[in-house]
């Protein structure tokens, strides 16, 4: 996980639950496929024009909902360089960590970013830029074992270094 | 004064207490990253949908301890697909060739009603699900939560998991429910009136006189629901009750876990039941709720009673209560399931099913069933459905056209007959 991550900002709102993030009708098609429609039932031009490294900036609540793992390795496999939310459903967040994917609680961040701003996170400080715009903000740091874990690149990693190791 | 068996110097509540003991410490605080030890690890079909690809890829060949690890398949039974068959004969070899003992396969039905049945949910225990309702098990004063796959695979392979020990807050519930009003109601009611984040990463303690009153399984529905105001945990504390009903499952004395009397409260909400009306969840967010009386008009054209949440026999006995001599509403369909093969058993052994099938109803096999939506009973676009189950959001149920209600078990019955949301009391 590189520690700064830019990339251009994707807007959403409050409430982005797992069943819009990866609909359940796609959920039985591979992953490489499934990415293809993420986020569609409310954004359909996102999984078509998203870039790697780009950044999501949601409300409050995103990733509420079942406990599917295919929410976040979805955003993975678009590259998604972070997301960034007012606050997130629990089992996102831990699935966010254990797949390596940096994310920021950021209680001011919808309110600073446009959609295509381009944006600065530093994922170790929890402070993200507006680079257009040019605003700091702080976020919620993440605690050193969640850290650690996103550095490996997500759960699996660590097991298979403690694997090795034991 | 100090209590004698007590270690720590601070009073803890369930999820603090549960939280040190299975990390090895005296006491562990609110906000505090721990690694715990787990007591039961349970996966459904997860296993096949990316747990044992993630252990296999991690190079790990069998699971820590076969003894606390438990699966099932309960969200596609039978198989609807060739894909869904396939992924289920890998989850019959995954079994195997991971060592697991404890498997019961397809025909129990959902997995938490089965976890509890079997005796796997213990007061204090700490149980780790590749599902999001995990919680379920605090009814029985179990710290049950989801995770996810790659996190399950961790878990399998090492027996142990990093957790931030929430704060606990506490609803403290009075007042006498009306008749046909449901714990359902009640939490539809708290997640309403405090919305769907009101327990965020928090665990939560239901109590006071109201909630001392209810049933374990009416618990259980509370509980179940928790995960959707966003609770890690969801407890109701051990009582003469739980006990009872855990020593008739497991035929073994119970040990109880008790909060301290000086444990520590992020906040306590006051919930006072007196005169609640039948609670509806409007689509698609499950703290759209309104009172019965508020909703206006919905025609319906489709019934579900059962899942996780309210599947157990106090459900299908409440709504059998209200069906018996009466059919359902000729444009809807009723769909029955039981929330697991016991619940089946002694739904037939009393006679429910009969009042069902003379009311037209369709009696599913113990599963999932309809509400996660792959699966049997799916909404064709533009249909409405009113259902006993845990989530209403967008496409939950089939169609994204199409929209789910939450409701009791009653005012899916009294519904179902009526052919539009209607408020079940005129059937007391």
């Not at chain 2, 690890?69 to 995954?94: F, G």
Request: glycine letters at 10%.
């Amino acid at each position: 996980m590189a520690t700064l991550i830019r990339g251009k900002i994707w807007k959403f709102g409050d409430k982005i639950d797992t069943d819009v993030i990866t609909p359940t009708k796609y959920l039985s098609l591979p992953l490489q496929e499934m990415k293809d429609h993420t986020l569609e039932p409310i954004n359909p031009r996102f999984a078509r024009e998203v870039r790697p490294g780009d950044i999501i900036v949601a409300g409050r609540n995103f990733g509420c909902g079942s406990s599917r793992e295919t929410a976040v390795t979805a955003l993975k496999a678009l590259k998604i360089g972070a997301v960034i939310a007012e606050s997130f459903a629990r089992i996102f967040f831990r699935n966010s960590i254990a797949q390596g994917l940096p994310i920021l609680t950021c209680l001011q961040a919808p309110q600073y970013f446009e959609e295509g701003d381009e944006a600065e996170l530093d994922v170790k400080q929890a402070t993200v830029k507006n680079v257009s715009q040019g605003n700091l903000i702080q976020g919620i740091p993440l605690a050193q074992d969640m850290l650690d874990i996103l550095e490996k690149g997500g759960i699996l990693s660590l097991l298979k270094e403690k694997i090795k190791g034991s | 004064m100090k209590d004698p068996e007590r270690s720590s110097t601070m009073g803890m509540t369930l999820a603090e207490k549960i939280l040190a003991r299975a990390s090895g410490r005296d006491e562990v605080k609110p906000g505090e990253f721990i690694t715990a030890e787990i007591d039961i690890a349970m996966c459904h079909e997860g296993l096949g949908m990316g747990v044992s690809a993630d252990l296999r890829g991690a190079g790990v060949k069998k699971v820590w301890n076969a003894k606390k690890v438990v699966c099932l398949l309960d969200h596609y039974v039978p198989a609807p697909t060739v894909k869904t068959a396939e992924m289920h004969k890998q989850i019959r070899k995954d079994i195997k060739d991971f060592g697991i003992e404890q498997y019961y396969g397809e025909s129990e039905g959902v997995c938490h009603q089965v976890l509890v049945e079997k005796g796997h949910v213990l007061p204090g225990r700490l149980i780790v699900g590749t599902d999001s309702h995990t919680p379920t098990y605090g009814a029985l004063g179990a710290a049950g939560t989801g995770i996810g796959f790659a996190e399950m695979a961790y878990v399998l392979a090492r027996g142990e998991l990093w957790f931030r020990v929430p704060e606990t807050i506490k609803f403290e519930i009075s007042g006498a429910l009306s008749p046909l009003v449901m714990s359902k109601d009640v939490i539809l009611y708290i997640a309403g009136k405090y919305t769907g984040e009101v327990a965020q990463y928090k665990a939560i303690e239901f109590t006071g006189p109201t909630a001392e009153k209810l049933s374990v399984a009416s618990r259980m529905t509370m509980s179940n629901m928790s995960t959707e105001i966003g609770a890690k945990f969801g407890f109701f504390e051990p009582d003469e009750k739980t006990i009872a009903y855990l020593k008739e499952i497991t035929g073994q004395p119970i040990t109880p876990i008790k909060t301290d009397a000086d444990a520590v409260y992020e906040q306590t909400y006051r919930v006072d039941v007196t005169g609640l009306e039948p609670q509806i969840a409007i689509p698609y967010s499950v703290d759209n709720v309104k009172s019965i009386s508020e909703v206006g008009k919905v025609v319906i054209n489709q019934a579900v009673l059962g899942s996780c949440t309210n599947g157990r026999l106090e459900d299908l006995q409440m709504a059998a209560d209200i069906l018996e001599g009466r059919v359902v509403h000729p444009d809807v369909r009723l769909l029955v399931v039981p929330a697991s093969k016991t619940v089946y058993k002694r739904a037939l052994e009393s006679g429910l099913l009969n009042i069902f099938l003379d009311a037209n109803a369709i009696i599913c096999n113990p599963s999932c069933g309809p509400c996660f939506g792959q699966h049997m009973g799916q909404l064709a676009a533009g249909e409405t459905c009113v259902a006993s189950i845990n989530r209403n959001f967008k496409g939950r149920m089939g169609s994204e056209e199409a929209k789910v209600y939450l409701a009791s078990p009653a005012t899916v019955a009294a519904s179902a007959i009526e052919g539009k949301i209607v408020d079940p009391r005129r059937y007391a």
